[in-house]
T-cell receptor, first 113, second 115 residues
Framework: AQSVTQLGSHVSVSEGALVLLRCNYSSSVPPYLFWYVQYPNQGLQLLLKYTTGATLVKGINGFEAEFKKSETSFHLTKPSAHMSDAAEYFCAVSDQAGTALIFGKGTTLSVSS | DVKVTQSSRYLVKRTGEKVFLECVQDMDHENMFWYRQDPGLGLRLIYFSYDVKMKEKGDIPEGYSVSREKKERFSLILESASTNQTSMYLC??????????????FGSGTQLSVL
């Protein structure tokens, strides 16, 4: 069965520090992986996605993620945090049929000045 | 831009009431989805539809039903609302299967409180 595990429900960083949000997946088929962000009182927005090809994926707002099959991981990083990055982040994997997304429990990112 | 519109931002209902949550998308998307979002549990799939009048159960369909009579509209129905259905409900749509590089577009959500 498809699933994702996000390590750490809450991550706090200082402005300008590295952001690292961890995601491990389980998939019985080659996975399609996604990161979504939810700002307060808003819907979810796609940050980036991995389908096939290059394992380092660049997304919006300076975020990137690397697909590591050997580690079954898809961690999200940003070199320098900004106050506006404070939000909840969700990792997701496509279901076996490739129709719906299975989401992780989310990681809340706090950024302090 | 794709727009997914959920009819209510906040909704308060009584236990036992029949509740309808409406979602409309304006981009002729094939697929539509209902998720519920709870703190610490993330998003869980309730139902999805890949065509008019077609539906598939997600991970937590118990206590819910859905209706898709027109391509642009996908309704979530709580037949007899219960307090454990108090949650944020998110509707999403996509033009094709996730495996074909399509992404989900989400509405802003409906916060339902069942008293």
């Amino acid at each position: 069965a498809q699933s994702v595990t996000q390590l750490g429900s809450h991550v706090s960083v200082s402005e300008g520090a590295l952001v690292l949000l961890r995601c491990n997946y389980s998939s019985s088929v080659p996975p399609y992986l996604f990161w979504y962000v939810q700002y307060p009182n808003q819907g979810l927005q796609l940050l980036l996605k991995y389908t096939t090809g290059a394992t380092l994926v660049k997304g919006i707002n300076g975020f990137e993620a690397e697909f590591k099959k050997s580690e079954t991981s898809f961690h999200l990083t940003k070199p320098s945090a900004h106050m506006s990055d404070a939000a909840e982040y969700f990792c997701a994997v496509s279901d076996q049929a490739g129709t719906a997304l299975i989401f992780g429990k989310g990681t809340t990112l706090s950024v302090s000045s | 831009d794709v727009k997914v519109t959920q009819s209510s931002r906040y909704l308060v209902k009584r236990t036992g009431e029949k509740v309808f949550l409406e979602c409309v998308q304006d981009m002729d998307h094939e697929n539509m989805f209902w998720y519920r979002q709870d703190p610490g549990l993330g998003l869980r799939l309730i139902y999805f539809s890949y065509d008019v009048k077609m539906k598939e159960k997600g991970d937590i369909p118990e206590g819910y039903s859905v209706s898709r009579e027109k391509k642009e509209r996908f309704s979530l129905i709580l037949e007899s609302a219960s307090t454990n259905q108090t949650s944020m409900y998110l509707c999403a749509s996509s033009p094709g299967t996730v495996r074909y590089n399509e992404k989900l577009f989400f509405g802003s959500g409906t916060q339902l409180s069942v008293l």
